[in-house]
């Protein structure tokens, strides 16, 4: 299939949408857990979450525009200042996504969907117990973007939940250990295979004299840039 500008903006709504939200590939599945003023709590399901920075510790998400749907997880962060952000075990997906569903203000997705809050003294939201992987944030900023109505949630990460054996001998987190999933487009969720883990890149290495394309070999079926 190739398509063309005029035919990304004349295909159905439906088609695009597909096409479009899965082409940039697998992207990171989270739950994102809040709650009210009255400390009801809310989960939903993201796959725009995002690393910013390092220092502060800083991670980002896209709101959709609001005037599609009520976006209880902005109205919260807003009424409380804090958020959680759990990775979504692969074994738990369905349940995960089925808190996409436009669940009513009043109703628990933690409940509905099969899974168990978990309370962190100093952080107004709740973690996901069944993720191994989570992270507290507080809220810093938020970005409108004109362009098409979304908005980019900036928080910074005050709380992380890390077990020690998903960290391997070099000091860095390994996802296919911890059992993580991504998401493609709006409802396709993957296993994450680790293919290959390599030293940082020196112009001075690749350039020494004795080198070979051999010397930096790449996983098999992987393309070069």
Not at 68 to 83: D, K, L, M, S
Not at 92 to 111: D, G, I, N, W
Request: aromatic content about 8%.
């Amino acid at each position: 299939m190739i398509w063309n500008e005029q035919d990304i903006s004349s295909a159905d709504k439906v088609t695009r949408l597909r096409m479009v939200n899965a082409i940039t590939g697998i992207k990171p599945a989270n739950l994102i857990g809040t709650q009210d003023a009255s400390g009801r709590h809310n989960l939903a399901v993201f796959s725009s979450v995002v690393h910013l920075g390092s220092s502060p510790a800083l991670i980002g998400f896209i709101l959709r525009p609001y005037g599609e749907v009520p976006r209880h997880t902005w109205q919260n962060i807003q009424a409380t200042g804090h958020y959680t952000i759990n990775h979504i075990p692969a074994s738990m997906t369905q349940q995960a996504h089925r808190t996409s569903a436009k669940f009513p203000e009043e109703v628990s997705e933690f409940e509905r969907c099969g899974f168990t809050p978990e309370l962190i003294p100093g952080i107004q939201a709740p973690f996901v117990g069944e993720s191994t992987l989570k992270m507290g944030l507080s809220f810093v900023s938020a970005t409108e973007i004109p362009l098409n109505g979304t908005t980019l949630v900036i928080g910074k990460i005050i709380y992380l939940s890390i077990p020690d054996e998903f960290i391997d001998q070099a000091g860095e987190l390994d996802l296919e250990h911890a059992h993580s999933a991504g998401i493609s487009g709006l409802n396709t969720y993957y296993s994450l295979k680790k293919i290959g883990q390599y030293p940082y890149a020196r112009l001075s290495d690749m350039d020494h004299e004795n080198s070979t394309a051999e010397d930096f070999e790449q996983p098999s079926e992987t393309p070069s840039k």
